[in-house]
C-alpha cells in the first residue's frame, strides 16, 4: 500500500469527533486515510468533507476543512491517503 500525505490536523473537536484538517494536496470523499501521530494511528474512509460547513466532494490545497473521525486525534497528527499498490498517490 502506498500513503501519502494530505495534511495535518490543526484541531479536534470532541464532542462532534470531527478533525479539522489544514490540505497540503487534494482529498475526496470516498478515499482512505490513515491518520498518524505521537499516540494515533488508525485507517478510515472519508464519508464526507465539509468547507465553511457546506458539504463537498472534494477538497484542494491550501482549504482548511473538517471530517468525521472514528477516533480521537491530535494537533499535527499527520493525514495521509492510502491507495493500494501499483495505483499513483497524486
Request: charged share 25%; aromatic share 4%; net charge negative.
Amino acid at each position: 500500500m502506498a500513503e501519502h500525505l494530505v495534511g495535518t490536523v490543526s484541531h479536534y473537536y470532541g464532542k462532534l469527533k470531527v478533525a479539522g484538517i489544514d490540505l497540503s494536496d487534494k482529498l475526496n470523499v470516498g478515499d482512505t486515510v490513515r491518520i498518524l501521530g505521537h499516540t494515533s494511528d488508525f485507517i478510515q474512509i472519508v464519508d464526507s468533507i465539509q468547507v465553511e460547513h457546506e458539504a463537498v466532494a472534494s477538497a484542494r490545497p491550501g482549504e482548511p476543512i473538517g471530517i468525521k473521525v472514528n477516533e480521537r486525534t491530535r494537533v499535527h497528527d499527520k493525514v495521509l491517503v492510502i491507495k493500494p499498490d501499483g495505483l499513483e498517490c497524486v
